[in-house]
Each structure stands twice: as structure tokens, then as C-alpha cells.
């Protein structure tokens, strides 16, 4: 009985690996192309983190004219939920990381490396298991989770290392025949891996993104094929990622620590190894600690939580790039109207340790990316956004020739608005522009720099006599200006300032009097163009409303 007899006992009936070997041919590609992939597990929650790989798996493949695929890892089947792999698609998909291959639904896929979800890979997998037991380099483990947990008590106890290696290797010490004599018995068991490692001896890594890090070897049997017959994520990433041709693997740090392992694998199937890049979690700072971005604590963890919120994928992403390359600012600063596509990401230059995710940055970054769009891009994507998650700024939105007037202020210009975060800010931001919604607001108006109302009636009812809709800007101005002198206040605040005793304030203090009689607010984009846009009728009739409330408490 040879290790052949116990190989053909597990798996009978199974391709042989050179037939995968040849199924899935090295890839022909350019010199430097970077093949890499991202490989979530369909959890039902696609955490930012999870995007953020993708992000940059994406552009590091396009980058070098590489290969970027999606993988599904559902070999852990008591978290997957249904639709999983739905969500990871539709969740990278509405930031625009689209994979060259991969799954696309359910239940179909594109590229030649497939299937690209694990679950459909167990044949495969098993190949390669038989293929190691065959050389003596895996073993079927009967001990039962009884036994290993008793074993890890001991080990406990005595305050030594957990796991199964060594001495507590127990299963590795049987013979072939002993082994054979157990199966045929149907006694229960999974394969383990036969590690040649010693833990008193160090290997040296060189990690993309951490640097040269030393670790000792691994020496765990760990378990390869699990007692359902599919693989752990440690052996599935070796065949997986040797057979579809990846050459740098970009993923979370959480596993620096199983490089060892990686590597020994890799070594002992006889595959080339892949570069690996291990990225750090983003982290929050909560009241001072730092801390990774946590799914049940942070909704911002969750990237359904971008859209919900109308930020718009593309500042998301601007913003990703910022936390990923500390030279991404700058180069945003050169290069003001560049597509992001045209930035260099380098992997060598990401954070060793984990970058901040600053809510109040990226809301500054999305206002920098909104502030950018046409009226018509802005009223598309905030009508997109509404119609989901708001139906009374859907309604709002409706008059669509009217609306783009409005969103339309200030925009187009050297120093556009930069009054809108997301799109659940329009709503506020442009609501007193919408005569219905104003006439109901029962907000009282505060007149802020002229407060006596008799003063304040008498300035808007000159002023409403002066005012023509078809005035320049500098004529519209000129006459608030007219109307400032006329009541003694200084027509330039210059000249307030040079001798504030002259006068009872300057022109400002006109200009927001009317701002309020007009929108309530005393913070607006450009005062003229709100005027233009509301019409003479309106204008006139909103200055008049506050009148008449002066007139009453007079
Ligand atoms: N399924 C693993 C995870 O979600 C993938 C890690 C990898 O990229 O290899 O952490």
C-alpha cells in the first residue's frame, strides 16, 4: 500500500491536474501586466473596505494593461446568504469596478479561468488535494472536534502554541495502512496538509505594500479539504490563484500573517508564487481611538450606504484615491479637470498602516466633484437620487425647465456653488426657490442687520420701486447701493469702515435685508441671479409680503 492506493481511496474517478494544468493555459500578456482580482465572500453586505480593493485592483490592471477578475468565495457556506453575489456585483458596478472576468449574475460568468466562484470548483480543488496525497504531502486527519478541542485545552494549559503540528500532529503519524484501514472502516475525516516547515527557522518576505517583513516558517497541518469536501480559504487561494494567472495578489493585512503558510503552499504544489500586496483596513477615529471601520457600528461601512445618502460614486471613488496615495492631492491640484482614470496609482506607495476615513474630507472632495457638474448633470443624478429616496424633492423636480434654472446659479463658472455634498443636500438648498414651498414655510423671518421694521418696510418699498428685471448686474447693484445712501447707510463698506459714525451701516446691510425678504436665509448663492430666476413677479411679491408683516407690527 502506497500513498497512490490511499490517493485513489479518497478521490476515485477524478481528473488528473494535468488536465486543469491544460485547461487553463499561463496567460499571454504584455510584459508588466498585472493579472489581480478581488474575492469577497457573498455575505449580503459589501463593506467599503471590500470597494476599496476593488478600486485599486481595478486601476492597477488597467494601469499595467492587466487582467482585474471577480472571484466569489463561498466556500464558507454558513454565510452565505442568497443574492450575495448580486450585491458584490451591483455594489462595484455603481462605482464603476467593472471586471474583465468573472461573475456577472448569479448564476453566469465571463473569461476563460471560470468557474469564478469556489462553490463550482470543488472538482478541481480535490485534483490538487489527491495530487499532494499521492506525494505524501497531505493525509486524511480522523481526530473529531472533540479530540481537537481537548488537544487545545492541553495546549492551553501548558501555555504552548495552538494548533496541530508536531507531537499534536496526531494523524500524520499513521501508517498508509492504518489510514486506508480507517477509511474503509468509515471512520470520518478531512485533509490536512503534510507542512514541511520548522517554526525555529525564518523566512524573508517582501510584501508590495508593507516592505521586506521576516516571519517563521509555518509548521500547521492545516486543514485543506474540509469534511463537506470543499476547500479552506488557504487552499483555494493557491489553486485558485495559480490557475487563473494571478500575478500580484492585492488583499486585506488581516492575512500578512498567513504569507508563510501562502508560500509553503504554493512551494509544495509546485506553482510559482504571486506577489502579494497586503492593504490596510480603513480605520475611524472613535473619540481618539483608532479603530477598523466596523460593520454593525459605522453606516458609512456598508457602500450601500454612498447611495442612500445621494454621494455620488464618483467622489467616493476621488476620495478612495486620496486615502490610497498621499500624492493624489496634489496631483488633483495639477491636473483640476482630469478624469481620475489618469492618475498613476502606485501600489508601493500606499499607507503601511491604516488611513483615516474622514466623513467631513470626503463630503468636501464630493462638493469639489459636484460643484464641477452641469446644471443638467446635477438635476439628472439629484432627480435619480430623489425618486428612490425623497418624493417630495422628486415632485419639486418636476418642472424640469424651472429646475434647471435653479440648479443652474452659479454653476458653469470660475467659482461655481459649492453648496451641495450629496444629493440629499439639494432639497435644503433649494427649496426657498420654489414659490409653493416658500409661501408654506411658516419660518419667522429675522431681519438680522435692520431691525428696526418701520426702516426696514420703508427701505424694500423704495427699493422695489427701483428695481427692473431687465438691469445688468452692475445697474441691479448700483441701485441697492442708491437705495443704501438714501437711508444713510455708506454705499461701499470701505467707506463704513473709514468712518462708521457717518452712517448707520453700509450697503451689506441692505442687500441682506432683501436676500431675506426673499429667501428667509441670509447665506445664498449669487443674490442677482436668484432674483432672475425667481421673476419680477414673484420677487415683487415676496419683498411686498415682508412689508406688509412690518407694516402690521409698526
Ligand atoms: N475571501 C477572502 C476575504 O474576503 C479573500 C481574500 C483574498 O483576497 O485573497 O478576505
Given at each position: 500500500?502506497?500513498y497512490?492506493?490511499?490517493?485513489?481511496?479518497?478521490?476515485p474517478?477524478?481528473k488528473?491536474?494535468?488536465?486543469?494544468?491544460?485547461?487553463y493555459?499561463?496567460?499571454n500578456?504584455?510584459e508588466?501586466a498585472?493579472?489581480?482580482?478581488?474575492?469577497p465572500?457573498?455575505?449580503?453586505?459589501v463593506?467599503?473596505?471590500?470597494?476599496?480593493?476593488?478600486l485599486?485592483a481595478?486601476?492597477i490592471?488597467?494601469?499595467?494593461?492587466?487582467?482585474?477578475?471577480l472571484?466569489i468565495?463561498?466556500?464558507?457556506?454558513?454565510?452565505?446568504?442568497?443574492?450575495?453575489?448580486?450585491?458584490?456585483?451591483?455594489?462595484?458596478?455603481?462605482?464603476?469596478?467593472?471586471p474583465?472576468?468573472?461573475?456577472?449574475?448569479e448564476?453566469?460568468?465571463?473569461?476563460?479561468y471560470?468557474?469564478?466562484?469556489?462553490?463550482?470548483?470543488?472538482?478541481?480543488?480535490?485534483s490538487?488535494?489527491?495530487?499532494?496525497?499521492e506525494?505524501?504531502?497531505?493525509y486524511p486527519?480522523?481526530?473529531?472536534?472533540?479530540?481537537?478541542?481537548?488537544?487545545?485545552?492541553?495546549?492551553e494549559?501548558?501555555?504552548?502554541r495552538?494548533?496541530?503540528y508536531?507531537?499534536?500532529?496526531?494523524c500524520?503519524?499513521?501508517?498508509?495502512?492504518?489510514?486506508?484501514?480507517?477509511?474503509?472502516?468509515g471512520?470520518?475525516?478531512?485533509?490536512r496538509?503534510?507542512?514541511?516547515?520548522?517554526?525555529?527557522?525564518?523566512?524573508k518576505?517582501?510584501?508590495?505594500?508593507?516592505?521586506?517583513?521576516?516571519?517563521?516558517?509555518?509548521?500547521q497541518?492545516?486543514?485543506?479539504?474540509?469534511?463537506d469536501?470543499?476547500?479552506?480559504?488557504?487552499?483555494?487561494?493557491?489553486?485558485?490563484?495559480?490557475?487563473?494567472g494571478?500575478?500580484?495578489?492585492?488583499?486585506?493585512?488581516?492575512?500578512?500573517?498567513?504569507?508563510?503558510?501562502?508560500?509553503?503552499?504554493?512551494?509544495?504544489?509546485?506553482?510559482?508564487?504571486p506577489?502579494?500586496?497586503h492593504?490596510?483596513p480603513?480605520?475611524?477615529n472613535?473619540?481618539?481611538?483608532?479603530?477598523?471601520?466596523?460593520?454593525?457600528k459605522?453606516?458609512e461601512?456598508?457602500?450601500?450606504?454612498?447611495?442612500?445618502?445621494?454621494?455620488?460614486?464618483?467622489a467616493?471613488?476621488?476620495?478612495l484615491?486620496n486615502?490610497?496615495?498621499?500624492?493624489?492631492e496634489?496631483?488633483?491640484?495639477?491636473?483640476?479637470?482630469?478624469?481620475?482614470?489618469?492618475?498613476?496609482?502606485?501600489l508601493?506607495k500606499?499607507s503601511?498602516?491604516?488611513?483615516?476615513?474622514?466623513m467631513?474630507k470626503?463630503?468636501?472632495?464630493s462638493?469639489?466633484?459636484?460643484?464641477k457638474?452641469?446644471?443638467?448633470?446635477?438635476?439628472?443624478?439629484?432627480?435619480?437620487?430623489?425618486?428612490?429616496?425623497d418624493?417630495?424633492l422628486?415632485d419639486?423636480l418636476?418642472d424640469k425647465?424651472?429646475s434647471?434654472?435653479?440648479?443652474?446659479?452659479?454653476?458653469g463658472?470660475?467659482?461655481?456653488?459649492?453648496?451641495?455634498?450629496?444629493?440629499?443636500?439639494?432639497?435644503?438648498?433649494?427649496?426657498?426657490?420654489?414659490?409653493e414651498?416658500?409661501?408654506?414655510?411658516?419660518?419667522?423671518y429675522?431681519?438680522?442687520?435692520?431691525?428696526?421694521?418701520e426702516?426696514?418696510?420703508?427701505?424694500?418699498?423704495?427699493?422695489?420701486q427701483y428695481?427692473?428685471?431687465?438691469?445688468?448686474?452692475?445697474?441691479?447693484?448700483?441701485?441697492?447701493?442708491?437705495?443704501a445712501?438714501?437711508?444713510g447707510y455708506?454705499?461701499?463698506v470701505?467707506?463704513?469702515?473709514?468712518?462708521?459714525?457717518?452712517y448707520?451701516g453700509?450697503v451689506?446691510?441692505?442687500?441682506?435685508?432683501?436676500?431675506i425678504a426673499?429667501?428667509?436665509?441670509t447665506?445664498?448663492?449669487d443674490m442677482?441671479e436668484?432674483m432672475?430666476?425667481?421673476?419680477?413677479?414673484?420677487?415683487?411679491?415676496?419683498?411686498?409680503?415682508?412689508?406688509?408683516?412690518?407694516?402690521?407690527?409698526d
Amino acid at each position: 500500500m502506497n500513498y497512490k492506493d490511499l490517493a485513489d481511496l479518497i478521490f476515485p474517478n477524478i481528473k488528473d491536474i494535468s488536465y486543469y494544468e491544460e485547461k487553463y493555459p499561463r496567460r499571454n500578456l504584455p510584459e508588466g501586466a498585472i493579472v489581480t482580482r478581488v474575492a469577497p465572500s457573498p455575505t449580503g453586505f459589501v463593506h467599503i473596505g471590500s470597494l476599496y480593493q476593488g478600486l485599486i485592483a481595478r486601476k492597477i490592471a488597467s494601469q499595467t494593461k492587466g487582467v482585474f477578475f471577480l472571484r466569489i468565495e463561498d466556500t464558507d457556506q454558513k454565510r452565505e446568504i442568497e443574492n450575495g453575489t448580486t450585491e458584490i456585483i451591483n455594489g462595484f458596478k455603481q462605482f464603476d469596478v467593472i471586471p474583465d472576468e468573472g461573475m456577472t449574475s448569479e448564476t453566469e460568468e465571463v473569461g476563460k479561468y471560470g468557474p469564478y466562484k469556489q462553490s463550482l470548483r470543488k472538482d478541481i480543488y480535490q485534483s490538487y488535494a489527491k495530487y499532494l496525497i499521492e506525494q505524501g504531502k497531505a493525509y486524511p486527519c480522523f481526530c473529531t472536534p472533540e479530540e481537537l478541542e481537548e488537544m487545545r485545552t492541553k495546549q492551553e494549559e501548558a501555555k504552548i502554541r495552538p494548533g496541530y503540528y508536531g507531537v499534536w500532529a496526531k494523524c500524520r503519524k499513521l501508517s498508509v495502512e492504518e489510514m486506508i484501514e480507517k477509511i474503509k472502516a468509515g471512520e470520518k475525516y478531512i485533509i490536512r496538509f503534510k507542512s514541511p516547515g520548522r517554526e525555529d527557522r525564518k523566512i524573508k518576505h517582501h510584501d508590495v505594500i508593507k516592505g521586506n517583513v521576516d516571519f517563521p516558517e509555518n509548521d500547521q497541518d492545516i486543514v485543506i479539504i474540509k469534511a463537506d469536501g470543499l476547500p479552506t480559504y488557504h487552499f483555494a487561494h493557491a489553486v485558485d490563484d495559480h490557475l487563473m494567472g494571478t500575478t500580484h495578489v492585492i488583499r486585506g493585512d488581516e492575512w500578512l500573517s498567513s504569507v508563510p503558510l501562502h508560500l509553503q503552499l504554493f512551494q509544495e504544489l509546485g506553482f510559482k508564487a504571486p506577489k502579494y500586496a497586503h492593504i490596510s483596513p480603513i480605520m475611524k477615529n472613535d473619540n481618539g481611538n483608532k479603530r477598523k471601520l466596523s460593520k454593525r457600528k459605522d453606516p458609512e461601512a456598508a457602500v450601500s450606504y454612498y447611495a442612500e445618502e445621494g454621494i455620488p460614486a464618483n467622489a467616493v471613488k476621488e476620495y478612495l484615491l486620496n486615502i490610497a496615495n498621499s500624492n493624489f492631492e496634489n496631483w488633483r491640484r495639477a491636473n483640476k479637470d482630469a478624469s481620475i482614470d489618469s492618475f498613476e496609482l502606485q501600489l508601493n506607495k500606499m499607507s503601511v498602516s491604516g488611513a483615516l476615513f474622514d466623513m467631513i474630507k470626503l463630503l468636501d472632495v464630493s462638493k469639489n466633484v459636484i460643484a464641477k457638474y452641469t446644471a443638467e448633470q446635477v438635476y439628472e443624478e439629484a432627480y435619480k437620487w430623489a425618486e428612490k429616496y425623497d418624493m417630495e424633492l422628486a415632485d419639486m423636480l418636476k418642472d424640469k425647465e424651472y429646475s434647471l434654472k435653479v440648479l443652474g446659479i452659479e454653476r458653469g463658472n470660475v467659482k461655481p456653488r459649492r453648496d451641495i455634498a450629496k444629493w440629499s443636500d439639494v432639497k435644503e438648498n433649494i427649496v426657498y426657490m420654489y414659490p409653493e414651498k416658500f409661501d408654506k414655510n411658516t419660518e419667522e423671518y429675522e431681519l438680522q442687520t435692520i431691525s428696526n421694521v418701520e426702516e426696514a418696510k420703508q427701505i424694500l418699498s423704495t427699493y422695489i420701486q427701483y428695481y427692473k428685471e431687465e438691469d445688468d448686474k452692475d445697474t441691479w447693484f448700483n441701485k441697492i447701493k442708491d437705495v443704501a445712501e438714501k437711508y444713510g447707510y455708506a454705499r461701499e463698506v470701505k467707506e463704513y469702515k473709514q468712518n462708521p459714525d457717518a452712517y448707520k451701516g453700509h450697503v451689506g446691510d441692505v442687500s441682506t435685508l432683501i436676500r431675506i425678504a426673499l429667501t428667509k436665509r441670509t447665506n445664498t448663492p449669487d443674490m442677482y441671479e436668484i432674483m432672475k430666476v425667481l421673476g419680477k413677479e414673484e420677487v415683487e411679491k415676496r419683498i411686498s409680503k415682508l412689508c406688509n408683516l412690518c407694516e402690521k407690527e409698526d
